[in-house]
């Protein structure tokens, strides 16, 4: 089992849609989560970080943390063809080692 | 944005050349990282920096060597490239390592033909 797991995609969704990422993670040790954004050709960008299980939410963006069950969304409301690209989800193990730990990214889609 | 800069910023050469790519940060942060992109593979690792002299290997260290002399550069070295390690590279930095938000550079697209 790979340490960060997230579907590839495409996740398409329509413009004014919910799009629902997830990423499960193996290190139950794990204690704060980050999503990143990265548009084609660019480098990733942070857009959300989660600390504690329940919801955190930022604008149209809502992470959700489920520590027992080991995985954390991300949410996208109303969502904006300026919202496709591909999320990067980050679970950093146990302890600060330094190392970073990222799923492989899903690609969404928004179509007008 | 986080004052970081990569160079060069794309680069093509040829198998068994040496290549070096640099990472330079304005931000004096402590923890600073090598990353390739591959398409299916995302992010992954290659080394990472602690502090000046500090470093330590990521999940893809084999064939790929770092230094860090001065806390604002740091760099990633292929001693002979290979066509495998054709990729775009990204440095990273962070202040409080992996628990905390990292900064990434624009990037360094190598061919290596």
């Keep these: 089992q790979k340490e960060v797991e997230q579907n590839s995609g495409p996740l398409s969704v329509p413009e004014g849609a919910i799009a629902s990422l997830n990423c499960t993670y193996s290190d139950r040790g794990s204690q704060s989560f980050f999503w990143y954004r990265q548009y084609s050709g660019k480098s990733p960008e942070l857009i959300m970080f ?12 809502t992470a959700q943390l489920n520590k027992a069950s080991q995985y954390v969304s991300l949410l996208i409301r109303d969502s904006q063809p300026s919202d496709s690209a591909t999320y990067l989800c980050d679970v950093p193990g146990s302890g600060n080692t330094g190392k970073l730990i990222f799923g492989q990214g899903t690609t969404l889609q928004v179509k007008p | 944005d986080a004052g ?18 640099r990472c330079h940060q304005t931000e004096n942060h402590r923890y600073m990282y090598w990353y390739r992109q591959d398409p ?23 064939g790929y060597s770092v230094s860090r002399s001065k806390t604002e550069d740091f760099l990633l070295t292929l001693e002979s490239a290979t ?19 990292q900064y990434f550079g624009p990037g360094t697209r190598l061919t290596v033909l």
Excluded: M
């Design chain 1, 50 to 61: 989660i600390y504690s299980n329940g919801d955190k939410e930022d604008g149209r963006f």
């Design chain 2, 4 to 21: 970081i800069t990569q160079s060069p910023r794309h680069k093509v050469t040829e198998t068994g050349t040496p290549v070096t790519l």
């Design chain 2, 40 to 62: 299916g593979h995302g992010l992954r690792l290659i080394h990472y920096s602690y502090g000046v002299k500090d470093t330590d290997k990521g999940e893809v260290s084999d």
């Design chain 2, 83 to 101: 066509s495998s390690q054709t990729s775009v590279y990204f440095c990273a930095i962070s202040a409080g390592g992996s628990t905390d938000t």
